[in-house]
Structure formats: C-alpha cells, structure tokens
C-alpha cells in the first residue's frame, strides 16, 4: 500500500467518522413532487439509487436536480437545506465535478455497519477523473421504508476500490 494512502475500508469508515453522515431526522416527503422523473421505491437497490442520481447530476438542469435530490435521505437533505443548500454544495469546488460530468463508473458496493458504500469516479466536463464515496441506507420514516438513500456523498482520496477501473 502506498505510503499516505489509508486502506478502502479506513477511508469508508474515515468518512462516517469525519462527519459525512447527517442522523436521519425527519419523514421522506417528496419535495420534489412537482418534477417529474423517478423516484425512490423498495425495488431499487443501492447501485439503483446512485446511478440514478449520477444520471440527474450529469444532466444538471433544474429539473435533474431535483430528482437528483430526492435520492437524498432525511437528514442528508437537513444537513445540506433542501434544493437551494443542494445547489450551493454543487457549485463548489468539491462537488461541481458531478454537474454535467461525461461518464461514471459505479464500484462494488461495501457492506458497513448499518451503511452500504459505493465508489464512484466521474470523468468531469472538463475531463478530470474525480473520485466519490456514496454512503447509503434503507431508511425507516414514513414514506420512504425500505428505501435506499443517499445519506452522504463525500470526496474519495484513497485507494482505488476494486470494480471502479478496468
């Protein structure tokens, strides 16, 4: 392993542990129900919901957006403050890559404790290859049970994961 570089499993927990997870703390209300597009739905699965949000998220008009932002959990959309505080995190440097990026590359899902992780690297518009980490959970609020949600998306910087080249 390359000096600097933390394990797979460290960075996952790593980014549990750096505050990445926002605690549920409400209902799944679609506050995007005006829009049309998919929706979360116990039939999809963890990859489902990622590639579907990635799908959103290259698209990066306002409608897409907000689809993007229905794949959010609870207490993800607290943390971050509905669709004006989604837009604001994917204007900045560490999350605009996602916007209108050419290509994805979904990883293998990694079993935590109450979490799935999913790398991810987006090849953005401007070409550069970016790395994220999906954190996701079924969730358990009125509306949304059994559902898998993006519970946080956070930079990844460690080794490659296993699945996300060829």
């Known amino acids: 392993m390359p000096v600097g570089r933390p394990p797979r499993l460290a960075a996952l927990l790593l980014a549990l542990a750096a505050g990445a997870l926002v605690a549920a703390t409400g209902g799944c209300a ?5 829009v049309a597009g998919p929706r979360p739905s116990p039939e999809l699965s ?3 919901v990622v590639s579907l ?5 290259s698209r990066g008009d306002d ?3 907000a689809v993007a932002l229905r794949f959010a959990s609870p207490g993800n959309r607290a ?4 669709a004006e505080g989604f837009r604001q995190l994917l204007a900045g440097p560490l999350y605009g890559p996602l916007i209108g990026h050419r290509d994805a590359h979904v990883g293998p899902e990694e079993a935590l404790p109450g979490h799935v992780g999913i790398p991810v690297e987006i090849t953005a ?3 550069r290859r970016v790395q994220y980490l999906y954190l996701l959970r079924r969730q358990a609020a009125p ?3 059994n559902c898998w949600l993006i519970d946080a998306v956070s930079p990844f910087t460690g080794d490659v ?4 080249r060829t």
């Open 30 to 34: 679609d506050v995007t129900r005006d």
């Open 46 to 48: 963890a990859r489902d």
């Open 53 to 57: 949000q990635l799908a959103a998220l």
């Open 63 to 65: 409608e897409a957006l």
């Open 79 to 82: 943390g971050i403050g509905e």
């Open 125 to 127: 518009a401007d070409g």
């Open 143 to 145: 509306g949304c049970e």
């Open 161 to 164: 994961p296993r699945g996300i």
